[in-house]
């Protein structure tokens, strides 16, 4: 005949009453805790099984593997079975046809090409795409500065920005090629269910396009701009002479990307020209220039969505709204004193 009661260290008794106490055990764990400790208060198997609800078999069963394996042999035994098919070597398989070229006559994977090249389930697929946050659907683009004066480069600009030069005016220019005159019919559109947003006809016509060559100054936010037929060196100094003459007695420091039409060697013009100075950004780095702002600015309050007939309708749209912005131009605060290269992360390996 078994034994009723059972013997248990203070650490053994420290760590079922854990088990017991803590909101996070499973109900099996705590019940199979309250059998040992109880059984060690000496109580029978048969009342702590009529406690319970389980026959005195399952009570003496945690008993004996309490007594020959601890607390640790309260938990569940393995279980044999079938293999697991979707674990850690699935995802692993998963993850690594990504790096594999697509089936031919495809340009990306997706769910079901990943299923089909490994004989799974496509819904399978999906639970690690889920899992390690993989979206085959979206799409974003990166722009790394490889620039090795990186460091230096964009330490002048911001320096310019936090601490600039006495009696000196800081520049950030910048063009925006191509702006398209698209006309196309608009307004406001009434649903069935009572929504009401604007809409545009998916039929349009181009007009030609122009060139906004454009100046930021960071002290104060306002804007000084020229609308061009091209983008090549003749009109970018031409608008340069036009800032020239719109601040005719400050020293000018001009930041500026890396485009050739900015930077071309044997530079007669800013010798000419001693009170300006050009501080290019590092390759890949237009996010330095403040200008790019007011450019996503503009896009959104005047171009987007708008509907112009002629490059000259057009143009003087733009010119409309930088008067408008003009009038309550503010200066962008830039506070970032150290500003590092953008890097991309691997967020997963073969």
Known sequence: MQKDSISITAGQLEELQGIIKSG???KRMVDRAEIILESAAGRSAASIGRSHHLTTYVVFKWRKRFEALGVKGLADAPRSGQPVKYGVDFERKVLSVLDAPPPEGYSKWNGNLIARRLGAKPDQVWRVMRKNGVDLARRRSWCVSTDPEFASKAADIVGLYLNPPNNAVVICMDEKPCIQAIDRQQGWLRFPDGKTMLGFSDRYKRNGSSTLFAALE??????????KSRKRRREFLDFMNEIVAAYPDAELHVVLDNLSTHSKK???WLRQHPRVHFHYTPTNASWLNQVELFFSILTRGALAGGSFDSVSRLRSAIDKFIDAYNERAVPFE??????NPKRL???YSN
């Open 24 to 26: 996070k055990s499973e």
């Open 334 to 339: 830039w506070k970032k004193t150290r500003v």
């Open 266 to 268: 044997g530079g007669r």
């Open 218 to 227: 960071v002290a104060t936010g306002q804007v000084i701009a020229a609308n």
């Open 345 to 347: 992360q691997k967020t």
